[in-house]
């Protein structure tokens, strides 16, 4: 099994992946460096690359690496949260969260239903990435992660603080509060994870990225030293 790491250095976290005799991959852009004997294998995309990179911010490509040796991906201010996915809790991550997997991890779509996208105004066609089979997976995160588990019951949120969750759990939007007073209670439309499962929290982000951003308006999306 590959092990997944993640080393912090000077506020800035960066993922680091080991392999032996194995293949994992990374989202696209994502290497900085590699040591050992391994090859890097950037696979023409497939159609359901093709599709998902149209509907959410996944790219078409995700390149393969194999042998044995270490890869460490790009450094961040924001963080990475390391999952164990398996044959009987399968996952939904939310566009742009997945960032590298084991090779025995299989990727591919989930929409949302499209009443609860439209209302969210996330649009009516919300592709999400799905993540099924044994493995580990690297999810991007903006700060810390917390694993919630919801036993039949709701967890509520207000905005984007749920990076992904399990299929277990029926995913809709609701009122803050009963109507009228909804339109009084200063909240937008929840978001609603109902059923049993668990559930990717980020409930605050790293002060260093949150004020970067607050600052200059951007985000690090390649190489710090291109």
Aim: glycine share 10%; with cysteine.
């Amino acid at each position: 099994m590959a092990s997944f790491t993640i080393r912090e250095v000077e506020g800035m976290r960066q993922l680091r992946i080991d392999i032996e005799n194995e293949r994992v991959r990374a989202r696209k852009g994502a290497m900085s460096n590699m040591r050992g004997s391994v090859k890097m294998i950037p696979r023409l995309p497939g159609a359901m690359d093709m599709i998902r990179s149209v509907y959410n911010d996944e790219a078409r490509i995700r390149p393969w690496y194999e042998g044995s040796g270490t890869i460490l991906l790009q450094p961040s201010l924001a963080g990475y949260h390391i999952i164990d996915v398996t044959p009987e809790e399968p996952w939904v991550l939310e566009p742009g969260v997945y960032w590298a997997s084991e090779g025995s991890v299989r990727l591919g779509l989930h929409r949302d239903p499209m009443i609860t996208s439209f209302f969210l105004g996330d649009g009516l066609f919300n592709w999400k990435t799905a993540i099924s089979g044994r493995g580990r997976v690297a999810v991007n995160a903006p700060g810390p992660v917390e694993v919630v588990p919801v036993v039949d019951g709701a967890f509520k949120a207000q905005g984007r603080i749920v990076l992904g969750r399990s299929k277990g759990l029926r995913f809709h939007s609701d009122r803050p509060a009963s109507f009228p007073r909804h339109l009084i209670s200063g909240q937008s439309r929840l978001r609603v994870f109902e059923g049993t499962g668990r559930v990717l929290v980020c409930f605050t982000p790293f002060w260093n990225d949150f004020m970067y951003k607050k600052m200059t308006g951007e985000t690090i999306s390649r190489s710090l030293f291109e």
